[in-house]
């Protein structure tokens, strides 16, 4: 029963979010909002990585990049099924989590950035060079839209209940994770690693399920986007977007999954927020777009200095200096 | 083709090679610098090269200075650049968490190469060469004029650096500072300070790569992410934190590329640095020259 | 019997011999207390023993298992487990979610089965959190339960690493200082909860500067100098020792 009562306004708060198509007409902001649940996706994976297992990732973009490749390409070029193609995806990209999480597992700090940032570019070089599969920097283009069976999702309607409704599902899945024994073996690591294995924790394989699982759901999304946009590019799958997904968890909070979220929303919508401000000069909207990689910059920097546990930090700071113990 | 020809061949990779490597040595002096003051790597290491070679650019084009005075001019502005950024965004966070410090570095690498974008375009602009004249014919291989403006200019610079450390009270300082941060902060030493320095300093060796190399391969305001990534590279293989690995490991990793190409080709020369890179990482992040450091339990 | 036998062990670190040939016996049902002048070899011997470090020659075996080659979070399924000396808890968890974490070898709730909360979970989730409690209520923090660990003070730091260790169910416990820092009130705590394991069938070993401490509660004591075991005992003989007495000349700890 508490349990019920405890979900409920989750799930009041997901049935919103699917339903809003009935309401809402307008294709562009059916698009945009496309777009950030494909961000939320991915972000919930670094969450579980970096935000509560503390090992921090620029090389997501790959990851993003490998899923959109590996469905992109079965689907597209092979003609395997959508639902076959996203799996291939997953499981592609949560393989190549994995095994770099093999030899990167022991690192640290900035050795662990730069390994997974020099591991990000290698793949950018792959996705570049290997011309015959990806069709280099032309790019990989006629991806079909999802479709199960008869049922093809081709308006933007039916392409954001799909992305959010995948999201949600990610979301229950990372939420029962960290709710529960593994959700302790990440923030173990991130706590202390000599605790953790005093604890009998096994770092070495945590740090690998956890790669895993932040790959798989980077190359979930980035299936997803495959379809939904019909093209894809290197120029997708560079730094910068592993660095806008760093500065998502940063701005949302460390260790919160509603954070995570918030920071995708909040970072993902505000190239596009003629969207959801309907009186936007076109005019702003372009420069917003021009200085989108200075914003994030200097929202990484500015979290750091002013916020350092993010949003959800400072919102549990508040309510713990209201004296309201959980 | 004769044994000779092979031979020429050859020393004009290495030629090439050397020439990489003494940038790569600088760039990977400057993350050494910034990690003996902070333990932490400074991610926007490989931006100082690009505003050096972008400051120096706009200076000469724009501004109508000869060479020489457009080049001290770059080297200072990015310096002070580097040390406003140190003053305004990471010395709040000296000896905090070092994932905070990473994240701000991050964060002011997106900042610099997006602002340089505004500021400079993003077209590729270029420099003349510093001297004029054909190349150096060294029985079958040339050199390049500019070549050996790299080599003097990179030479220089290290011999600068190694008096600064052994022959000030400054450098004295940074060394013990390197050795033990909290030793030399009980003694009297003004550590903080000493960061905003490592900072300034890391951003003249990164300019001065930059400007040096830039009428060779041209610049534009994202080169520096590459260049951070293989400075670090040869910075580690080196071992970090040792000024001399640093330029060994730099020097190794420009000849490695060369080699590279003459023997397997060039579509992966970029990607010798990030397989040195994950390689050293993973077997033996101390580096050749380096010794393992154990934690204490 | 003895559970925990150690056998020449020796343990370098460049020229220095931090253990030097240390042979040590851990009866099952008894507290044995490792003590020293610092600098002795205490922590050293005491990673060796949990097998956070590896001795350079000496073997350690365990219930009839050798440890040699054992990663640390295996040690603690066969029901060794421990403490530090620079506590490492997790800062941004609560006391009770440090100890829920201590369990994790006595739940099984994997990735899967938790993303689906499949029918157990709950159960386990359940019947752990009461074996948590139960646990801060013995070594006295039940009130709290759910502070953050960052929020503790000191004293009460060591007890909740105490109470986390338990949770992995010890049949022996290595306790590294666990009364630094402590209070009169909180070590009066400590050693009646030790008193109250031993006689609950945890075996101990435990790591300590307080000679108070250390003659209430140990059965036997091992003295460690300079890498070396210079004497072993029960209490009373010890504090007579010669060569113990003589180690710690000009000790101030003797009597801290």
């Keep these: 029963m508490s349990r019920l009562r405890t979900a409920l306004p989750a799930v009041a708060v997901a049935a919103a979010v699917l339903a809003l198509p009935l309401f809402v007409h307008d294709r562009y902001l059916l698009k945009v909002l496309s777009y950030v649940g494909i961000d939320v996706v991915v972000v919930l994976g670094l969450a579980l990585l970096f935000g509560f297992a503390g090992q921090i990732s620029l090389g997501q973009a790959a990851f993003f990049g490998i899923g959109a490749y590996t469905s992109g390409v079965l689907v597209a070029v092979h003609g395997w099924p959508w639902v076959a193609g996203v799996a291939a995806a997953v499981a592609a990209s949560a393989a190549a989590g994995a095994l770099l999480a093999l030899p990167v597992g022991r690192l640290r700090g900035h050795y662990l950035a730069m390994a997974t940032l020099g591991f990000s570019e290698i793949a950018l070089v792959a996705f570049t060079e290997l011309k015959g599969l990806t069709g280099g920097t032309d790019g990989l283009s006629g991806i079909p839209y999802p479709a199960l069976g008869p049922f093809a999702a081709r308006t933007p309607g039916a392409n954001y209940v799909l992305v959010w409704g995948v999201a949600a599902v990610a979301y229950v899945v990372a939420a029962n994770v960290v709710a529960l024994r593994p959700g302790r073996a990440l923030r173990a690591l991130h706590g202390s690693e000599n605790g953790a294995q005093a604890c009998g924790i096994d770092v070495g394989r945590t740090k690998v399920v956890a790669f895993s699982a932040a790959a798989g759901l980077a190359g979930l999304g980035g299936a997803l986007y495959a379809h939904l946009v019909g093209f894809i590019s290197p120029g997708s799958f560079t730094l910068e977007l592993s660095i806008l997904l760093v500065a998502m968890i940063a701005l949302g909070g460390m260790g919160s999954l509603p954070g995570a979220v918030l920071g995708a929303v909040l970072l993902g919508m505000l190239p596009y927020l003629d969207a959801v401000v309907p009186g936007l000069p076109k005019s702003a909207v372009e420069v917003l777009q021009s200085w989108e990689a200075d914003i994030y910059g200097l929202v990484l920097i500015l979290v750091m200095l002013f916020m350092p546990r993010g949003i959800a930090g400072a919102l549990r700071r508040l309510r713990r200096e209201r004296g309201g113990e959980r | ?297 | 019997m003895s559970l925990l036998s150690a056998h020449g062990l020796t343990r370098r670190f460049g020229g220095l011999v931090a253990v030097d040939d240390v042979s040590l016996e851990v009866f099952e049902g008894t507290i044995l207390a490792l003590i020293g002048p610092n600098g002795a070899g205490k922590s050293t011997l005491f990673n060796l023993l949990t097998a956070f470090d590896r001795p350079n020659a000496g073997t350690v075996v365990f219930d009839g298992r050798d440890l040699a080659g054992m990663p640390p979070h295996r040690v603690v399924r066969l029901g060794l487990a421990r403490t530090f000396q620079n506590t490492q808890l997790f800062e941004e968890m609560t006391a009770l979610e440090n100890v829920l974490t201590g369990a994790h070898t006595q739940t099984r709730t994997g990735w899967a089965r938790a993303a689906l909360r499949l029918p157990g979970t709950g159960r386990e989730e359940r019947l752990a959190r009461e074996e948590a409690q139960r646990l801060l209520r013995l070594v006295g923090l039940a009130e709290v339960a759910h502070v953050h660990a960052s929020d503790l003070p000191h004293g009460t730091r060591r007890l909740l690493e105490v109470a986390r260790a338990l949770a992995s169910r010890p049949r022996l416990l290595l306790l590294d200082e666990p009364a630094a820092g402590l209070n009169n009130a909180e070590t009066e705590q400590l050693a009646r909860v030790l008193r109250q394991l031993r006689d609950g069938g945890v075996t101990l070993v435990v790591v300590e500067h307080d000679m108070g401490l250390v003659m209430d509660v140990s059965d036997e004591i091992v003295v460690l100098n300079e890498g070396r075991k210079i004497a072993e005992g029960p209490p009373l003989l010890i504090q007579k020792d010669p060569a113990v007495i003589a180690a710690y000349l000009g000790e101030e700890q003797l009597d801290a």
Excluded at chain 2, 102 to 116: D, H, K, M, Q, Y
Aim: charged letters at 10%; glycine letters at 12%; zero cysteines.
């Design chain 2, 1 to 297: 083709m004769g044994s000779r020809e092979v031979s020429w061949e050859l020393l004009q990779f290495g030629v090439a090679g050397l020439k990489n490597g003494a940038i790569y040595a600088l760039v990977a002096l400057g993350f050494t610098i910034v990690y003996a003051s902070t333990n932490v790597i400074n991610f926007a290491q490989g931006e100082f090269y690009m505003l050096g070679g972008m400051f120096a650019t706009f200076v000469f084009a724009h501004l109508g200075l000869p060479l020489g005075l457009a080049a001290v001019a770059a080297v200072v502005a990015t310096a002070a650049t580097a040390v406003v950024f140190e003053l305004l965004a990471v010395r709040p966070r000296v000896g905090g968490d070092p994932m905070t410090i990473i994240i701000v570095t991050v964060g002011g690498s997106v900042l610099l190469r997006s602002l340089a974008r505004h500021a400079f375009g993003s077209d590729e602009l270029a420099l003349p060469a510093f001297s004029q004249g054909g190349s150096i014919m060294v029985g079958g291989a040339a050199i390049d004029r500019q070549t050996l403006w790299v080599w003097g200019i990179a030479a220089l610079a290290v011999a600068a650096l190694w008096v600064l450390y052994t022959r000030t009270r400054l450098g004295r300082a940074m060394r013990a500072t390197a050795v033990d941060g909290e030793a030399a902060r009980l003694v009297g030493i003004d550590t903080r300070l000493l960061v905003t320095v490592s900072f300034g300093l890391a951003a003249v060796l990164g300019a001065v790569a930059g400007l040096v190399v830039t009428p060779l391969t041209q610049t534009a305001y994202d080169v520096g992410a590459a260049i951070g990534l293989k400075g670090f590279a040869a910075a580690i293989l080196g071992g970090l934190g040792n000024p001399v690995a640093a330029v060994v490991g730099g020097i190794v990793l420009g000849l490695l590329e060369s080699l590279s190409v003459a023997f397997i080709s060039s579509t992966y020369k970029d990607a010798i640095a990030l397989a040195v890179l994950l390689l050293v990482l993973f077997l033996r992040p101390s580096g050749l020259l380096g010794r393992t450091r154990r934690e204490k339990v």
